[in-house]
């Protein structure tokens, strides 16, 4: 009988689905979590943007929404993302879902970026072809209690500065 209860047991543990949150803490998506202010350089100009970051879904994922201060001549912001965070429950890897009023494009792949927690940054690729790609890194600050954002484009190895920007806290 207790043979059984074992084995329905390893049973239940096994069909259990896996979780984000069973893996070892990192402690940076909850440093992510909050309103914040965006500054300073996108594509050689200054920008300031307003961002939230949000648990969502039980906390299996983290939504942040980006909107630029700055106004299109309709009268919307400039810019607007949607980007949505998640931890691989298995790899512990990152990925990130980024949608933007840029340009809409159903989901396609080169819109995901996966990255690995490295330290205190937490760094994506997004990979667009075997040649061109673009990386954001989220590094956070821990004395100031805020993070630096950086954007590269990468082209056949070569990368160059998109964006340099500060978030802080509102």
Same mark, same amino acid.
Request: aromatic content about 12%.
């Given at each position: 009988?207790?043979?059984?209860?074992?084995?329905?047991?390893?049973?239940?543990?096994?069909? #259990?689905?896996? $979780? @984000?949150?069973?893996?070892? *803490?990192?402690?940076?998506?909850?440093? &992510?979590? =909050? !309103?914040?202010?965006?500054?300073?350089?996108?594509?050689?100009?200054?920008?300031?943007?307003?961002?939230?970051?949000?648990?969502?879904?039980?906390?299996?994922?983290?939504?942040?929404?980006?909107? #630029?201060?700055? $106004? @299109?001549?309709?009268?919307? *912001?400039?810019?607007?993302?949607?980007? &949505?965070? =998640? !931890?691989?429950?298995?790899?512990?890897?990152?990925?990130?879902?980024?949608?933007?009023?840029?340009?809409?494009?159903?989901?396609?792949?080169?819109?995901?970026?996966?990255?690995?927690?490295?330290?205190?940054?937490?760094?994506?690729?997004?990979?667009?072809?075997?040649?061109?790609?673009?990386?954001?890194?989220?590094?956070?600050?821990?004395?100031?209690?805020?993070?630096?954002?950086?954007?590269?484009?990468?082209?056949?190895?070569?990368?160059?500065?998109?964006?340099?920007?500060?978030?802080?806290?509102?």
């Amino acid at each position: 009988m207790k043979i059984c209860a074992c084995a329905l047991m390893l049973v239940a543990l096994a069909a #259990s689905p896996l $979780r @984000a949150q069973d893996l070892p *803490p990192d402690s940076l998506f909850d440093r &992510l979590v =909050g !309103r914040w202010v965006l500054t300073g350089t996108i594509a050689h100009q200054q920008t300031t943007h307003d961002v939230t970051f949000e648990w969502m879904l039980g906390r299996e994922y983290v939504q942040m929404h980006e909107v #630029s201060r700055e $106004r @299109a001549p309709n009268g919307t *912001p400039a810019y607007e993302a949607v980007v &949505l965070f =998640g !931890r691989d429950p298995r790899s512990g890897e990152y990925a990130c879902l980024w949608m933007d009023n840029t340009g809409a494009a159903a989901f396609d792949p080169a819109g995901t970026g996966r990255g690995t927690v490295a330290g205190d940054s937490i760094p994506f690729l997004f990979r667009y072809d075997a040649r061109d790609s673009f990386h954001t890194t989220f590094v956070y600050d821990r004395p100031s209690d805020s993070w630096q954002w950086h954007m590269d484009n990468d082209s056949a190895g070569v990368r160059r500065p998109f964006a340099r920007v500060t978030l802080t806290r509102r």
